[in-house]
């Protein structure tokens, strides 16, 4: 399997390392401009450096696209138009409409998909996820997750402009809003407030939002990028009708599950393999999108579920815009 990364940036630098506890080779990277960063880690992988997609289209199986958010639906439609697969950095596309064009012209060219929601692959969320399946704490009622950094810094601030990124509630938040969306079911009504203000002592850009699930539970999502630097703070708690799970990440060597089943009030917790030589989420993630194209195996995310994620911080910009409740209609893209 050969591979052509578009992007050159950390995103495009993380991938491109994933990839190597894979048996797929990175060829090329495709970037916009050969500076001395992009040809550094063109060497590292032994790839090409290229400046437009279609100049290896012919030589690769894979297009993983790591750019700017208002770039992945022209890269997404130009891979599948020659037939390559595609696996795209979170979110999926700037807006629903764009989102459910690129499932379309992937479906219709017969080429795969996928969308890189790493909080998945992060082992303390999939176990949270997987004992929520397993019923070990009832029926989910209430999730709040967390997930706060400092403000984006980088000479080409493409992050902080919402016409390129979505601003932090789809670029930062759409992280939490796909898991609460696998944890508790689908969402159809949003409820959001946001603060953003800017001056020379300090970059806020903060929000609240209240999804209500169709099974009657309500997450209550929290994302910010406005902490001082190098902070970052991620939590989850996950309440049931028989116990509770939380996690005070990343520096937390185990989730806890609080238990109020009848005859068992202690306190168990579920120990984490914390070692320096823990895989990386990254890692997991290609691997498993590897394993789905070489050997068709189902992967932990569909590009489905990605749009489904767009679908939630989309109405929770528009809820925190207009100071209203907004009311998700079922989309013939999502499940």
Known sequence: MRVAI?????????????????????????????????????????????TRLETVLDEVDVV???????????????AAAAGRHVICEKPLAL?????????????????????????????EY???????????????????LSRCVFHPRKSD?????????????????????DYARWVAGDVVRVFARSIRASSPEAQVDHALAILTHRSGAISLVEGSWAFPSPSFRTRFEIAGSDGLITFDGPSATAIETHLHR??????????L?????????????????????????????????????????????????RRMAIEIAPSAETP
């Open 64 to 78: 993983d696209i790591c750019t700017p958010t208002d770039l992945h639906v022209d890269f997404t439609m130009q």
């Open 157 to 177: 601030n493409w992050f902080i402009d919402p016409a390129r990124s979505g601003g932090m509630m789809l670029d930062l938040m759409v992280h939490d809003f």
């Open 273 to 321: 393999p914390r070692s320096p030589s823990h895989e990386s989420p990254y890692a997991t993630q290609l691997r498993a999108f590897y394993d789905a194209l070489h050997g068709g195996v189902e992967p932990p995310v569909r590009a489905e579920d990605a749009l489904a994620a767009v679908q939630i911080a989309t109405a929770a910009i528009e809820s925190a815009r």
């Open 95 to 123: 807006t629903v409409e764009d989102g459910a064009r690129m499932i379309r012209i992937a479906r219709e060219r017969g080429i795969q998909l996928f969308v890189a929601h790493v909080v998945r692959f992060f082992p």
């Open 6 to 50: 578009v992007g050159s940036g950390s995103m495009g630098s993380v991938h491109a390392d994933a990839w190597r506890h894979t048996p797929a080779t990175v060829v090329a990277f495709v970037t916009a401009s050969e500076n001395e960063p992009a040809r550094t880690l063109a060497a590292r992988h032994g790839a090409r450096l290229v």
């Open 126 to 144: 999939r176990m949270a996820r997987d004992m929520v399946m397993r019923r070990e704490i009832g029926r989910p009622a209430v999730l709040r």
């Open 262 to 271: 009848e005859n068992e009030t202690e306190r168990h917790e579920v120990p």
